[in-house]
């Protein structure tokens, strides 16, 4: 054995088959060591035929998958193997990519071992000649197999910006790929993942997706339950969000503790600007955590906030980056379909008194009786910044007046609602007579809506009629009236014309206040350009310098300065609507007149 090579080839076919007796009487290693380690012979041409070869299996405990971010940096052969499959994707823009997705997609499946969603792939090939921005995968299953290629797609920016996968049946692993995906490229704006098993870790998941997202805006997250940590979780995200405007969590089954975690967190977050709440499970105890949620820092209410440390919060935002603006406050809000009594009223709109940010606020089918309309109405009595008011579906008349006669004297003094709907709320011929009778004396309202209110007859839509005519800014009117009635019908027609002609006028003032503040901006343009016009203290004349520049190499940028034609108005079409019951059901379709622009 002296003679021979020990090589450690498995390739090579040896000479010497015979096993020593020492090698048999040892352990089953020694005698696998003594078959591989075998004298092979000097000559390189005996290969081993293809016959004689054996299958091998090699033991992996664990397998990764790497994925190659754009900015990472290659060695030189790295760059070589890889520069074939890279090429196609650089320097390309969205409309190259939505070309190329099917392509990509088609390989992303190939390379991981799964089959192509049909559905997917589809929604891929129809969009190959136009940019890919939104995707809809709503109410259909997002199996783990699909999960894969799918993220993969997500990793190149192809211009996607909205992403819609309600009830797609996406567990925490699931979201977490995707949010990884998502963050990398960051392009998405708005989020749906709504009616998904989530549970603690995906909703720990979403927050760091929220913090670190600089192009989330909005994020729906309805009917969805989070526990109490969650919450925590989601309500540390909201406080240092640079980006998120918008959150829904809609029939989330929130209690008053969950609302009292994340309440504090909404008014002072430094983005997030709307909220919907619709049908949760608010009870009597909410009262505090709902006036928190529309607090500006100038106000002051009596609670204690143990959740939360100001210094940590602070040092919490200059460490990642992100810091708190103090300044921040809802503008719209949406509490629909959750019991609000007049006890869990009283704190919410003595908040409202001096809240400088809200403007839209919906307390649709809230079970506000007349006393929890007098109070909203003392708050509108006081508040100016509120434009949109919503009661529909709350018995605010319950045999009681009291209610509307609040209103009717906040209407009065408010001048800054522009839109009062009071669909479905019970209303009668006396109440609405006492809303009419605000129309001449208020200036601010331009959209009413009494429909569905069937004990509304001839008196109350006549008062109407006639107030309206002294009304000036009033353009949308919707009440509901018999289909059989002609003189209701003739009324419907006065209405309307006094609305269309209210919309003629606003379109009008809007046409001369734009006229307005256009040859205000030219006045300015002018100024500046005749300052830069001035040298050695001496200004030379207008028309010398615009005669000067235009021949200089520069004459572009001088000239794009100059004030260009106003753009032509956009078409406003008037929307009145009075619905007429037909005979086999109370309520008919409405019927719309329009009055474009000029």
């Not at 760059?79 to 994707?89: A, D, I, V, Y």
């Amino acid at each position: 054995m002296n003679d021979t090579k020990t090589n450690k080839g498995i390739l090579k076919k040896g000479l010497n088959t015979n096993i020593s007796t020492q090698a048999s009487s040892s352990s089953w290693l020694t005698r696998i060591q003594s078959k591989i380690f075998t004298a092979q012979p000097d000559d390189g041409n005996l290969q081993l035929q293809r016959r004689d070869l054996k299958r091998v299996t090699f033991s992996m405990g664990y397998l990764t998958t790497e994925h190659l971010h754009h900015n990472d940096i290659l060695d030189n052969e790295d760059k070589k193997r890889t520069e074939s499959c890279c090429s196609t994707f650089e320097s390309t823009d969205f409309a190259d990519y939505s070309f190329s997705l099917p392509h990509c997609y088609e390989k992303a499946c190939r390379l991981r071992e799964e089959k192509e969603w049909p559905l997917f792939m589809n929604m891929l090939q129809t969009h190959c000649s136009i940019p890919l921005t939104t995707i809809d995968l709503s109410n259909h299953s997002i199996g783990h197999s699909s999960l894969g290629p799918l993220a993969d797609i997500f990793l190149l920016d192809f211009g996607l910006r909205n992403l819609r996968l309600t009830n797609c049946g996406l567990d925490d692993e699931s979201v977490g790929m995707l949010l990884n995906s998502l963050l990398i490229v960051d392009s998405v704006v708005e989020l749906d993942l709504s009616h998904n098993p989530l549970k603690l870790k995906g909703f720990k998941l979403l927050s760091i997706y929220i913090v670190e997202s600089r192009s989330i805006n909005s994020l729906n997250v309805a009917g969805i339950s989070p526990d109490r940590r969650a919450t925590q979780y989601l309500a540390q995200a909201l406080l240092h969000t640079p980006s998120l405007q918008h959150l829904n969590m809609d029939q989330c089954t929130l209690k008053s503790t969950h609302l009292e975690t994340i309440a504090n967190s909404v008014c002072r977050s430094p983005s997030l600007t709307s909220i919907s709440l619709r049908y949760n499970r608010f009870s009597s105890g909410s009262p505090p955590s709902l006036a928190a949620l529309i607090l500006n820092d100038h106000q002051q209410v009596d609670m204690d906030w143990n959740y939360y440390n100001e210094t940590s919060i602070r040092k919490y935002g200059d460490f990642h980056g992100h810091p708190i603006d103090p300044s921040g406050g809802l503008q719209r809000l949406d509490l629909s379909g959750n019991s609000l009594q007049a006890s869990s009223l009283g704190s919410f709109c003595q908040a409202m008194y001096s809240n400088l940010t809200l403007k839209h606020l919906s307390l649709a089918n809230c079970h506000i009786c007349p006393k929890g309309c007098e109070i909203i109405a003392d708050a509108l009595y006081t508040n100016q910044h509120l434009t949109n008011l919503d009661l529909s579906g709350n018995p605010i008349i319950n045999d009681s007046d009291e209610g509307i006669h609040a209103l009717k004297t906040a209407l009065l003094r408010n001048g800054t609602l522009q839109e009062l709907i009071l669909k479905n709320t019970g209303l009668n011929t006396t109440a609405t007579i006492m809303l009419a009778e605000v129309l001449p004396m208020n200036s601010a309202l331009t959209r009413l809506d009494f429909s569905e209110n069937p004990s509304i007859t001839l008196a109350g839509i006549l008062a109407l009629s006639i107030s309206i005519k002294m009304n000036g800014t009033l353009t949308f009117l919707d009440i509901s009236i018999p289909s059989n009635d002609t003189e209701l019908s003739d009324l419907q027609n006065d209405i309307a014309a006094v609305c269309t002609t209210n919309m003629i006028q606003r379109i009008e003032r809007q046409r001369q206040e734009e006229k307005r503040k256009y040859q205000k901006r030219k006045q300015q343009q002018q100024q500046q350009e005749g300052t830069y016009g001035t040298l050695d203290g001496a200004a030379a004349p207008l028309s010398s310098i615009v005669l000067s520049t235009s021949l200089s190499p520069s004459s572009s940028s001088i000239t794009s300065m100059l004030p260009q034609t106003p753009t032509s108005e956009k078409s406003t079409e008037l929307d009145f609507k009075i619905t007429t019951p037909s005979t086999s059901s109370p309520l008919s379709s409405p019927v719309t007149s329009t009055c474009p622009s000029d």
